[in-house]
T-cell receptor, first 115, second 116 residues
Framework: GDSVTQMEGPVTLSEEAFLTINCTYTATGYPSLFWYVQYPGEGLQLLLKATKADDKGSNKGFEATYRKETTSFHLEKGSVQVSDSAVYFCALSNAGGTSYGKLTFGQGTILTVHP | GAVVSQHPSRVICKSGTSVKIECRSLDFQATTMFWYRQFPKQSLMLMATSNEGSKATYEQGVEKDKFLINHASLTLSTLTVTSAHPEDSSFYIC????????????FGPGTRLTVT
């Protein structure tokens, strides 16, 4: 079945540091890939997405490129802020058959940014 | 656009009672809604998938008679936790999808259920 593996957390950075959160996946076919962010006590917010190989999703300074050859979708940000502290989830969705629309999540990575 | 609301945001109930949680898509029609449960510091666990006008599809290990799901319209799904027990205390999150291939799920803000 489909699966998503994220780098283990928690990740602790100083403000303005460079962020990378690794995400790799296993899936049949051509899944869509997503990054979601969850702030404490809240639901998930879509951060960015990519629907086909070599697509780059970007939002709020975050970027991730869909790499089919390495089955990866690593999240990056050049300069993190304290307000970026949250839990980040990588996820995939396979559009076919009975699993239509269902998301497969990674385990989540806790990011803490210190001033 | 793509806003999903949940109500209530927090609820405390006594053991043995039932609690209903509403999930609404505010600005789009949701062909499919999903219900998740999240334990502290863990990822989301999919409980069930519901399509408007049809019975929900429950994930393995989820009791359908305990977690009743109704998707009465294209903008509303409800989750009723029946005969709640303290072990049902959790953070319940719904999401909705409009039906396009590769489309993202949009999540509600979650409902914190505490059973005393």
């Amino acid at each position: 079945g489909d699966s998503v593996t994220q780098m283990e957390g928690p990740v602790t950075l100083s403000e303005e540091a460079f962020l990378t959160i690794n995400c790799t996946y296993t899936a049949t076919g051509y899944p869509s890939l997503f990054w979601y962010v969850q702030y404490p006590g809240e639901g998930l917010q879509l951060l960015l997405k990519a629907t086909k190989a070599d697509d780059k999703g970007s939002n709020k300074g975050f970027e991730a490129t869909y790499r089919k050859e390495t089955t990866s979708f690593h999240l990056e940000k050049g300069s993190v802020q304290v307000s970026d502290s949250a839990v980040y989830f990588c996820a995939l969705s396979n559009a076919g058959g009975t699993s239509y629309g269902k998301l497969t999540f990674g385990q989540g990575t806790i990011l803490t940014v210190h001033p | 656009g793509a806003v999903v609301s949940q109500h209530p945001s927090r609820v405390i109930c006594k053991s043995g009672t039932s609690v209903k949680i509403e999930c609404r898509s505010l600005d789009f029609q949701a062909t499919t809604m999903f219900w998740y449960r999240q334990f502290p510091k863990q990822s989301l666990m999919l409980m069930a998938t519901s399509n408007e006008g049809s019975k929900a599809t429950y994930e393995q290990g989820v009791e359908k008679d305990k977690f009743l799901i109704n998707h009465a319209s294209l903008t509303l799904s409800t989750l009723t936790v029946t005969s709640a027990h303290p072990e049902d205390s959790s953070f319940y999150i719904c999401s909705a999808i409009g039906g396009l291939a590769g489309e993202a799920q949009y999540f509600g803000p979650g409902t914190r259920l505490t059973v005393t």
